[in-house]
């Protein structure tokens, strides 16, 4: 069942959306959480009454006795502070996977364009668990606020005095750690946006690898990461110092607060003003305090680090995607000028491929600003290649279909490649070549039979005679329907209706493929590379 869209208008909407979106388990896990401070609360109480009521006495009985209810009280708080954890693990890890489910639909509804992997990856493996842990201030908080209040109470009726100085505590905390939360997120989202950036850097690097070494560029690209990591260095150093001072204070201001209370308890024992097993009683209230004080400032600081997660999380839902009819008269990029009319063979040729690319994710509607068209298909020739049999690689996401299969193989000039259910496909298809990759991507785009395909670079791997095989074939299996692509091949070329020229990411000619040839040295030389035209 796919997850309702949450509200992209800011990390504090989304927060609240995941807290909504499991309401009763926050509940139950506040009820546990409350359950579980309270019961802490005994231990102290029932040492008091020990004490002052039983103890001094001497009887053997007695000592038994208040050991056997103490033992009850203590299988009571191991009990429900097992069923406190497995209820606060439940609801942050459920935060977490509901964030990184949809950020995963909405990279894959955005496309690499709009999303790419670097981002993706750092807000589905990062920021959602930051996220996730943030929900400690929602059920065991609660928990937190009814055992710093029934605390309070129970220090009120051995002396006001003390339970004054509790209740002041939290303010006083908050007006120490405020400015401190607030840099925090300031300092924080800078490093988040560089470590997205350096992540999105390894993927292409891993991606890449063997091209970078076969032309020589990894010493260029070992430059560049060394930059980018640097400068998350740099970045990680101005988190530090705030994020050192607020774990400081969250282990120390506890232990202060702790020293002060009993100070104060010693000097009214001390007066005559309460009892010895008050004291003891005291000195239990104050330390399970450490409890709730320690949570307000932990939740505080996730508070403050979820914010900063979430606004990566709602920036990325803001993108879109916006869906929208493929208009009746064909397809225009206005940046480039190029205009593609339906039912026709067309080609965008480019010096450099990634303005060709970026051309048809214009087209196909994932660019910024665009609107998606579900009834075309953008062919990427560097998309995944999932494992599995051969019919369901070219299945992706529908049913697999042996003889649509086999067409679609055709086509692409892979009939060697069984598709009897019997052949396995690796994971990125490691064990074929790249230009059976590449084919197999293509016969994966052809099966889908769509209205409109926009096919990046289809032939740039395969030889001569492949190539001029998955030309013909591919022109005729797609007659009558509407067929871009990306390329410089000329066996592929000669067999379009109409090819569109650019130069610096813009069209400066445009016609038959041979009225170019004839006319457009720039192409020419380009197309044919000093060999002879198809």
């Known amino acids: 069942m796919t997850t309702p869209a949450p509200p992209s208008t800011g990390p504090w909407r989304f927060w609240w959306w995941l807290i909504a979106r499991q309401r009763g388990r926050i509940a139950w896990c506040a009820v546990v959480s409350a359950a579980w401070m309270l019961s802490m609360m005994l231990p102290p109480y029932v040492l008091q009454l020990a004490i002052d009521g039983g103890l001094t006495t001497g009887s053997r009985a007695d000592l038994f006795g208040w050991a056997a209810v103490l033992l009850a009280v203590g299988v009571a708080v191991a009990?429900?502070?097992?069923?406190?954890?497995?209820?606060?693990?439940?609801?942050?890890?459920?935060?977490?996977?509901?964030?990184?489910?949809?950020?995963?639909?909405?990279?894959?509804?955005?496309?690499?364009?709009?999303?790419?992997?670097?981002?993706?990856?750092?807000?589905?493996?990062?920021?959602?668990?930051?996220?996730?842990?943030?929900?400690?201030?929602?059920?065991?908080?609660?928990?937190?606020?009814?055992?710093?209040?029934?605390?309070?109470?129970?220090?009120?009726?051995?002396?006001?005095?003390?339970?004054?100085?509790?209740?002041?505590?939290?303010?006083?905390l908050a007006i120490v750690l405020g400015p401190l939360l607030s840099r925090l997120r300031r300092v924080a989202g800078p490093y988040r946006e560089q470590q997205g950036r350096v992540t999105a850097r390894i993927v292409d690097m891993i991606g890449g690898l063997g091209v970078l070494s076969g032309l020589g560029g990894t010493a260029h690209i070992e430059g560049q990461f060394t930059e980018e990591s640097r400068r998350l260095q740099r970045r990680g150093y101005s988190v530090a110092p705030t994020a050192a001072i607020l774990a400081a204070l969250g282990a120390g201001l506890p232990a202060v607060f702790l020293a002060a209370v009993m100070w104060l308890s010693a000097r009214l024992a001390v007066a005559g003003e309460i009892t010895i097993g008050q004291v003891v009683a005291v000195y239990g209230y104050t330390a399970l305090l450490v409890v709730p004080v320690g949570m307000f400032i932990e939740s505080a600081v996730e508070i403050s680090s979820a914010l900063v997660a979430a606004e990566r999380v709602s920036t990325l839902l803001a993108r879109g995607p916006r869906t929208g009819e493929t208009p009746a008269g064909g397809l225009v990029d206005d940046l480039s000028g190029v205009r593609v009319a339906f039912g026709t063979?067309?080609?965008?040729?480019?010096?450099?491929?990634?303005?060709?690319?970026?051309?048809?994710?214009?087209?196909?509607?994932?660019?910024?600003?665009?609107?998606?068209?579900?009834?075309?298909?953008?062919?990427?020739?560097?998309?995944?290649?999932?494992?599995?049999?051969?019919?369901?690689?070219?299945?992706?996401?529908?049913?697999?279909?042996?003889?649509?299969?086999?067409?679609?193989?055709?086509?692409?000039?892979?009939?060697?490649?069984?598709?009897?259910?019997?052949?396995?496909?690796?994971?990125?298809?490691?064990?074929?070549?790249?230009?059976?990759?590449?084919?197999?991507?293509?016969?994966?785009?052809?099966?889908?039979?769509?209205?409109?395909?926009?096919?990046?670079?289809?032939?740039?791997?395969?030889?001569?005679?492949?190539?001029?095989?998955?030309?013909?074939?591919?022109?005729?299996?797609?007659?009558?329907?509407?067929?871009?692509?990306?390329?410089?091949?000329?066996?592929?070329?000669?067999?379009?209706?109409?090819?569109?020229?650019?130069?610096?990411?813009?069209?400066?000619?445009?016609?038959?493929?041979?009225?170019?040839?004839?006319?457009?040295?720039?192409?020419?030389?380009?197309?044919?590379?000093?060999?002879?035209?198809?």
Request: with cysteine.
């Open 345 to 534: 063979f067309q080609a965008v040729v480019a010096g450099k491929p990634e303005e060709g690319r970026d051309v048809l994710e214009r087209l196909a509607g994932l660019g910024e600003g665009c609107v998606l068209r579900p009834d075309v298909l953008l062919a990427d020739n560097r998309s995944y290649l999932f494992a599995g049999t051969v019919d369901e690689v070219i299945a992706g996401a529908g049913v697999a279909d042996s003889a649509l299969t086999s067409a679609a193989l055709h086509v692409a000039a892979l009939d060697d490649l069984p598709s009897d259910g019997r052949e396995m496909i690796s994971d990125r298809a490691r064990t074929l070549s790249g230009g059976q990759q590449e084919r197999l991507r293509l016969a994966r785009a052809v099966a889908q039979e769509p209205a409109v395909l926009l096919a990046v670079e289809p032939t740039s791997a395969v030889d001569a005679h492949t190539e001029n095989l998955v030309a013909q074939r591919l022109r005729a299996a797609r007659q009558g329907r509407t067929t871009v692509g990306a390329t410089t091949s000329a066996l592929l070329l000669s067999r379009t209706d109409h090819v569109w020229f650019l130069i610096k990411g813009r069209v400066v000619a445009t016609g038959p493929h041979h009225e170019l040839l004839a006319t457009h040295d720039v192409y020419r030389r380009l197309v044919l590379r000093g060999g002879d035209e198809a």
């Open 79 to 172: 009990m429900l502070s097992i069923m406190r954890h497995r209820t606060m693990t439940w609801v942050r890890a459920t935060a977490a996977h509901r964030t990184a489910e949809v950020v995963h639909e909405q990279a894959v509804n955005l496309g690499a364009a709009r999303a790419p992997t670097g981002e993706v990856l750092t807000i589905g493996l990062g920021d959602a668990w930051t996220v996730g842990r943030s929900l400690v201030a929602t059920g065991p908080g609660v928990g937190a606020l009814v055992g710093y209040v029934t605390a309070a109470v129970l220090l009120s009726r051995i002396h006001p005095m003390l339970a004054v100085m509790v209740l002041l505590g939290v303010p006083v």
